[in-house]
């Protein structure tokens, strides 16, 4: 069972920054593309950037230049990067190993970025 631990928010600023991680356990981390998804408050769960097995990262076009998603292998660790954040990078953001482009995994409790002066 795939396990998913996110941490790392917290109150930010506009145009400041924040670092997200997330281990996970449960799967062979390497053999799996992995994605962070954010829930922003009145909004829909949303794939905010997803990183493949061969580190190959992708993007919504809202975080494309701000956001950067990498990971560890050896620590079975995915991180995102958020720089220049706005109001409206405001959510609860989660991860989760994809399959066939789906999350696999049961949602954890995520960490929450509020974005505000």
């Known amino acids: 069972q795939v396990q998913l631990v996110e941490s790392g928010g917290g109150l930010v600023q506009p145009g400041g920054s924040a670092r997200l991680s997330c281990v996970t356990s449960?799967?062979?981390?390497?053999?799996?593309?992995m994605a962070w998804y954010r829930q922003g408050p009145g909004k829909q769960r949303e794939l905010v950037a997803r990183?493949?097995?061969?580190?190959?990262?992708t993007y919504i076009d809202s975080v494309k230049g701000r956001f950067t998603i990498s990971r560890d292998n050896t620590r079975n660790r995915v991180y995102l990067q958020m720089n220049n954040l706005k109001p409206e990078d405001t959510a609860v953001y989660y991860c989760?190993?994809?399959?066939?482009?789906?999350?696999?995994?049961?949602w954890g409790q995520g960490t929450q970025v509020t974005v505000s002066s």
């Open positions: 989760n190993a994809l399959q066939n482009g789906s999350p696999i995994g049961s």
């Open positions: 449960g799967i062979i981390f390497m053999l799996y593309d």
């Open positions: 990183i493949g097995y061969d580190s190959r990262p």
